[in-house]
């Protein structure tokens, strides 16, 4: 943000506790008013209570549940030191150990974020918070951004084509609306006017907070000590650590089990990172080839 | 190999990239490798040769850009590609790439048309010999630079795969339109180009291992076999009779574009099939958090 000079404003992001989540999609709900994003259409997918199924143009916080077979805490009533459910507690007739996994995902506004490497416009950029924004009127709609962001977060919003629609003449005239991608901008419209974003002030639990990233980051860890010393089963925090494969998250996450059962990247790692080492193979491969065609020339032109 | 997911669902996204990205890999393959077959045909005095990848050249490349424009969510907005130029993406120095060369391959086009052979012509023939390389190598970075991991673990491979086969390609179109007497280093650099990009695409496949396995599947995997099919036949009937015999030498030729064009949608699509599947994502990050792990702390290393 030193680029932002006198304008520049602390590191702003989320922490998002899914130890008190309960799953009210209030996130989802309050992101969609706010944003005035278009529906997915409703889908029941039989994933627990998830039918929004994932982050995508139109959902810019979406809530996974996991039921799972495994007891919230490691001395519960139900369970043994490992993990694994006491075989007298089930004969007794106990329940089984069950737990409800609930993650409110978001952008994670990465400190080096692979969409806004990648764009060649210039669309995504660095905000005085820190936080990555799609300008939607510079956003021609490319698509690197895409497969370039390691938790699959932003996405190109295609609006279905009516019949009166012009195939050709429409996106020449530009009135065409969409096309374009579209994230979480962890609401830089309220950032600007001193407001919280729309999710963290619907969350009744504050499992999603908001605040400056260096006092979450504090926050998390308290948070994971009260946990640990509570014998929950796996708590971990993701994205915290500033030395990650993308520089920490703006937004990071308390998680009750492996990253990748919330449908998370266990290691994430921002594309530009190897990019040095790329573009020379990239050069070393562009000058053998003009060295082979070269070569090819010595045997005369027949 | 299995790995725990949410469900199945896939974690990065698949491209939103439509078919015209990787028929654009194709004929910006051509124009690069014709750039250099041109440039050096006029080096040897070779003019045939020259005229023949000059209107190869222009042609493949003054397709490129309608296909990227029509490829764009907004196609109006396609001059927004010039606002920055950005060294961290590499579609912002292709586009800056493309825009240079061919504007030179079709001004050098115009001018050869037209006749007007003189500084002008010399200059920009020079800029486009000088641009194809890079024109024709930098599609490799682009898909490397991603997420998605058939391309990212590939980065050490797709820039010579993309350069071994705009060399192919390039020199193929080359051998169908010029005459046999003087298409020897078109000939010639189109069986080198097949025999490298084989040998780089199966060293890719190799490194790749589990990850690569979306070369054996579905379309990526029918395509892959195609390619390699056309590629050899076109090398052998190139190399046995592309010689004496035009019409060899053109299905020769034919065959090995086909093979070019194969390998393109073959790679491409194999990116897709590579996002589908979270398992790609997950088993090999995992790995490496567990590698990092062990070196940071010896003694706890899992066995």
Redesign the interface.
Known sequence: MSSYGAEAKPRMGFFTDTSVCIGCKACEVACKEWNLLPADGLEWTGHSYDNTGELSANSWRHVAFIEQDKPLRIDGDFATADGTMAVDALEGGGAAPMRWLMESDVCKHCTHAGCLDVCPTGSLFRTEFGTVVVQEDICNGCGYCVPACPFGVIDRRELPRKPEDAPLALPLLGSKEDGRVWKCTLCYDRLKGGHEPACAKACPTHSIQFGEVDELRERAEQRLAKLEAQNWNGPRLYGHDADDGVGGFGAFFLLLDEPEVYGLPPDPVVPTQHLPRLWKTTALAAAVMFAGIAAAFAGGAE | MT?????G?????????KPEVAFYLFTGGIAG?SA??HG??KL?G?ER?ARSTLWIGAAAEAVCPPLLIS????????L??L??F???????VG?WILIVSSGASTTAAALERLRLLGPLQALTEGVWFLS???L???T???L?????PV??EA??EL??I???S??ACA?AAAAIATP???A???R??AI??VV?ELGLVHAMEKKLGFVGEVYEQGEAGEYAKVSKALGIAGAVLLAARG?RSRAAAAAGGALILGSSLALRWSVFRA?FQS?RD?KY??IP??K??AI?RAESHPASAPD
């Open positions: 790995a725990d997911s949410y469900y669902r896939p974690i990065v996204n698949e491209p939103v990239w490798g250099v077959l050096l045909a040897a070779n040769l490829d764009l969510g907004r196609p109006e907005r396609f927004n590609m606002r920055v950005k060294v961290t993406s590499p579609m912002s586009s194809g390389p890079p024709a190598t930098y490799g970075a682009l490397a630079n991603t997420a998605i391309w990212s980065r050490d820039p010579w993309f350069g071994a705009a060399t020199g046999t007497w003087c020897g280093p078109a010639r650099a080198g180009g490298a010689r990116g996002a979270p994502t997950v990050q995992k490496r958090a990092r």
